[in-house]
Structures are given as structure tokens and as C-alpha cells.
């Protein structure tokens, strides 16, 4: 990305940058794909639990995004707009796979840890084989569990952005929210030195990969 376009992602709004690309340019598109691509790349994540899926999802849903563009009325912010078009492709992929699992109801206990000091070596290993473990836990809640858990405590949406997004209640949020948090153990995270900002990273090669495939589909 130039300079120009780097100035024009650091000081125009979603809005802003919508009505331009409306009115007809669609290099700007780029600017919101990187903008959100973290926050989308969670969303459709914890729905599929399959990388690969993901970023075909991910595409998908930037295209359909882009394609009714002219339909977003600010009605919510352009982040809950796009992340919920995602959900859906996502959950539209859900049902179309083969013996999908639905999630349990309830998670199996998850053992308790011991807090670890300044960290060396060793314990960086050990970070990093907790944020696995974390992982792994966050993909055994049940589906409406998990989206909410992502949404709100790993992407940091507020409770009425996670509703809109799902389309449910408020109040199904946080009871699904309390439940999700119940089941991790609050006190896993807070003891294993693992920030929820680090889980289900997407790194800077693949938000290239998707950046540019989606804009040369829409070339």
C-alpha cells in the first residue's frame, strides 16, 4: 500500500470511505479489507474452525460486501454490517459441510495452572503451547458459545454490536457469554501470561493473500 492510500486509511472514516468507493473507487476497497480483515477472519473462524475455509469464506464475503455496498443505510457501523454479511457466509458454509458437529452444551473442566514468573525461554514455550491449548478450548465450546466468546471478549465488539451481528437478543448474548466464560475458566487466561488479542491471529502474509485475490476478482 503508498503512501497515499496509507494516509487515506489512517484518516477516512468507513463511511467516507464507502461513498467513494460507490462512487467509483473501488481501489479504496482495500483500505476496509485490511482495515477489518482481523475482526472478519475471527468471526468466520470460530463458526468454520478451519483455517482454509476461513479465507474462502473471507473472500466470499468481501465480495458480497463490495457487490451491495450500496445497500449499507448506517444504520449500524460499516464493521457490524460487514462482519454479520461474514457470519452468514460462514454459517451458509456450515450447513453445506458433511457431518458437521454441532458443539456440546457443556465443556469437560480444564485443569488449573500455575503462575509463572518473568518469563525465560522455557516459559515462552510454555505461553505458547498455553495459547494452543487455549485454542483448542475456545473451538470445543458449542457454535453459539464460540461466536459469542469471539465476537466479545477475543474481537472486543460491544454486546449490542455481537447481537446484531448473530441477530439475537441482547440478553442471549450475555447469557451465552456468562456460560462461555464459565467453561474456559476465567482463571486459565488470566494465569498463563496468553492475551485473547493473540488467539486466531491472522498474519500480515495471509491478509495479503486475501487482499489480493479479492482485488483481482473485482478488477
Known sequence: MNAAAQLLRDTLSDEEIVERIVAGDAAL????????????????????????????????????????????ERRSQFS???TRIAVNEALARRGKRPGMRHGREEDETMMDLVASSAPDPEQQTLASELREVMQREVEALSDGFRSVFVLRDVEGLSTAETADTLGISE??????????????????????GVTLDSLFAFGNARCDSVVAAVMARLA
Do not use: P
Open 171 to 192: 440478553d442471549l448474548v450475555k447469557t451465552r457469554l456468562h456460560r462461555a466464560r464459565t467453561q474456559l475458566r476465567d482463571n486459565l487466561y488470566r494465569r498463563a
Open 80 to 82: 457490524t454490517w460487514l
Open 29 to 72: 476497497f482495500e483500505i476496509l479489507m485490511r482495515r477489518y480483515n482481523q475482526r472478519v477472519y475471527r468471526a468466520v473462524r470460530a463458526v468454520l474452525r478451519d483455517d482454509d475455509q476461513a479465507e474462502d469464506v473471507m473472500q466470499q464475503a468481501y465480495l458480497n460486501a463490495y457487490a451491495h455496498l450500496r445497500q449499507f
